[in-house]
């Protein structure tokens, strides 16, 4: 899970942050990436004794597996892998920025220390631990759609409150600002695995659902902190790095629009719009 991952992390580098002290840019950060190397051994153990989803255990016994389901996906449903990447970016963009970015801007231009945003973005971490959950039960009762659509349309202007209060270089109200961020990042990202998954046919659906959720990393997430970093170095203001969250959630509000709702559908029947070759 995503909050579990960033709590763990940054306890790791708070904790080697007070041991290397003045020494933490030459070695301290680097022993928490050593470290997670165990986590890749957790991580396959776990995953190995993962048990197939119903949906797909039918499909194996139905012999309707595809031979070459990539091929498939992308013939047959190629909107909807476009789309799945594109409402990503109302949460990638903003995610990176403000558990990344944040600690560039804050120490280099804010001037606070290291340990306040480690704490900050630790609390967010916490926070997310509930209401990433919550955020996938409601989306159960009033529908994908419509929660993704609340929580990009509340990113449209959360970046602007995040560089807000971080702006103020009140302590307290930096940590505000950064755990603030885990309230609009939470409503999309708990209910974006469900909306995106449920976009395509059964047999297609591992395949189409990983294609559009990866593209996201390479088209959002993966560059926002390089874009960030290049926006306050023209700019020098957090404003513009705002101005580049809320296009990323306006064009994700935008292509969820274009998505179907099947949440209080039938989605391990072949869906019809879908043909076999």
């Known amino acids: 899970m995503c909050p579990a991952g960033l709590f763990l992390a940054n306890l790791a580098v708070i904790a080697f942050n007070i041991i290397s002290g003045d020494k933490f840019l030459e070695w301290g950060w680097r022993v928490p990436f050593i470290l997670s190397a165990i986590l890749i051994i957790v991580g396959l153990w776990i995953r190995l004794g993962i048990l197939e989803t119903p949906v797909f ?51 280099t231009y804010l ?46 202007i959360g970046g602007f409150i995040f560089f807000g209060l971080l ?45 559009g959720y990866q593209l996201a990393s390479i088209i959002a997430g993966g560059p926002a902190p390089i874009v960030a970093a290049w926006l306050f170095s023209v700019y020098k203001t957090g404003t513009s790095i705002a101005i580049y969250i809320s296009i990323c959630a306006l064009i994700g509000f935008v292509a969820t629009l274009f998505m179907t709702e099947y949440s209080h559908k039938d989605i391990s029947e072949e869906y019809k719009s879908v043909g076999r070759s």
Not at 134 to 155: E, F, N
Not at 186 to 196: C, F, N
């Open 167 to 211: 702006d103020t270089r009140n302590p307290a109200l930096i940590v505000l600002g950064i755990v603030f961020g885990a309230i609009p990042h939470s409503i999309v990202y708990g209910t974006q695995a469900s909306l995106i998954a449920e976009q395509f046919t059964p047999r297609m659906r591992y395949s189409g659902a990983s294609i």
């Open 57 to 107: 255990s039918k499909l194996v016994t139905e012999n309707k597996i595809e031979k070459a389901p990539v091929l498939e996906v992308l013939k047959r449903q190629p909107k909807s892998i476009v789309l799945s990447a594109l409402i990503r970016l109302a949460e990638q963009t903003p995610f990176y920025i403000f558990t990344a970015f944040v600690f560039s801007y804050g120490t």
């Open 111 to 156: 001037k606070v220390d290291r340990s306040l945003l480690l704490n900050a973005v630790l609390l967010f971490a916490v926070l997310e631990l509930f209401t990433i959950p919550l955020s996938g039960y409601i989306s159960d009762r009033i529908g994908r759609k419509r929660t993704y659509l609340l929580g990009a349309g509340l990113m449209v």
